[in-house]
């Protein structure tokens, strides 16, 4: 399947729906250093180029499988996620300041997929990605119903500065 495509191949042809797997994922560079490969990427997008404006749209899912060490663990893990992906790339550099730049003369969705899922990745990648630590020195992490119930029955000490200083100021009258 052809994923490279020029201005005058989208002009010809300006809605496509694409879906297939990519291959070749051996070469592909990962901006997390957590990610050792990319073992299998599949999607479903609609390409759709808008002529007045040179830019092409895509809308779609991506779906993926990577290889990485668990940045909790240290393990080595397999991570599946999908990516909804809505997101507009122009050929006009002067057209819109939030639209994507196409740099060379080439829409490449296969280099487009791999820029979506770098952008995508959790910082800290792993499969047990709640908190690390529930308590530390001096301190428990509450749920809001915890924290609510703790407090309820506490008094404000401001309260109690507030009491003295009309009392001290009462003595002193």
């Not at 299998?40 to 092409?56: A, C, H, K, P, R």
């Not at 939030?98 to 499969?127: A, G, M, R, V």
């Not at 001096?138 to 401001?158: A, C, I, M, Y």
């Amino acid at each position: 399947m052809k994923l490279s495509f020029t201005k005058q191949q989208l002009s010809k042809n300006k809605h496509q729906e694409l879906k297939g797997d990519l291959d070749n994922l051996t070469d592909v560079v990962c901006t997390n250093s957590l990610v050792k490969s990319i073992d299998y990427v599949n999607f479903d997008i609609d390409l759709d180029y808008i002529e007045s404006i040179q830019t092409v749209r895509a809308t779609g899912v991506i779906n993926y499988t990577l290889t990485a060490i668990d940045a909790r663990t240290g393990k080595e893990i397999k991570y599946s996620d999908y990516i909804d992906w809505d997101d507009e790339y122009s050929f006009d550099k002067d057209i819109d300041s939030t639209n994507n730049i196409i740099l060379k003369n080439e829409f490449d969705l296969f280099d487009y997929i791999i820029e979506q899922i770098n952008i995508n990745l959790p910082f800290n990648l792993s499969l047990t990605n709640d908190i690390i630590n529930k308590d530390g020195f001096g301190w428990t992490l509450l749920s809001e119903e915890n924290f609510e119930t703790e407090n309820q029955n506490k008094v404000d000490p401001r309260w109690e500065k507030l009491d003295e200083f009309i009392k001290d100021k009462q003595n002193n009258n």
